[in-house]
C-alpha cells in the first residue's frame, strides 16, 4: 500500500507539473479559447492564472493524501485535509488577501491554501506511513 501511494503522488505530481507548464509556456493560448477580443479581461486573465497556479505542482500530492486517508475509512483526516483545502484556509485567506492586495489577493488565496493544506497532508502521512512496516514478505 505505501508503494502505492508513493506511486500514486509521483505519478499525479507528474500530471500537474506538465499542466502547470503548459499553462506557464502557452497562457495567452489558452485563455484565447475562452477570451476574445477584450485586452482588459485577457490581462486580468493572465495574472490570475500565473497567481492562482502558483502552488499547482503539489496539488496532486495533496488529492491523492487526502483520497489516501478516505480509502482507509479515516473520515476525520479525509475531511479536514478537504476542507482545509477549499474552506478552513481558502475563505480567511480570500478575506485577509484581498484587503491588503485586492484582486491579486484573491488569486493568491487559493495558492496558499494549497500550500497550507498540502503541509497538513505531509505531516499526516507522514505519521500514518511510520505505522506501515518496513518489509512485508509474503510466505
Known sequence: MKEAIIKGMIYSTVIVV?????TRIWPT?????FIKDDIELMNISL??????????PIIGFQIIG???FQAVGKFKEATF???????????PAIFIFSHYYKLSGIWVAGPVA??????F???LLA????MFPKEVTIE
Not at 493560448?29 to 479559447?33: F, G
Not at 495574472?47 to 499547482?56: G, P, V
Not at 505519521?127 to 511510520?130: A, F, N
Open 81 to 91: 485535509l478537504s476542507l482545509s483545502r477549499q474552506i478552513l484556509i481558502l475563505v
Open 18 to 22: 506538465i499542466g502547470w507548464g503548459i
Open 66 to 68: 487526502s483520497s489516501y
Open 47 to 56: 495574472e490570475a492564472m500565473r497567481l492562482e497556479l502558483l502552488a499547482f
Open 114 to 119: 494549497d500550500s497550507v493544506s498540502a503541509l
Open 121 to 123: 497532508t505531509l505531516a
Open 29 to 33: 493560448q489558452i485563455i484565447n479559447i
Open 127 to 130: 505519521k500514518e506511513l511510520k
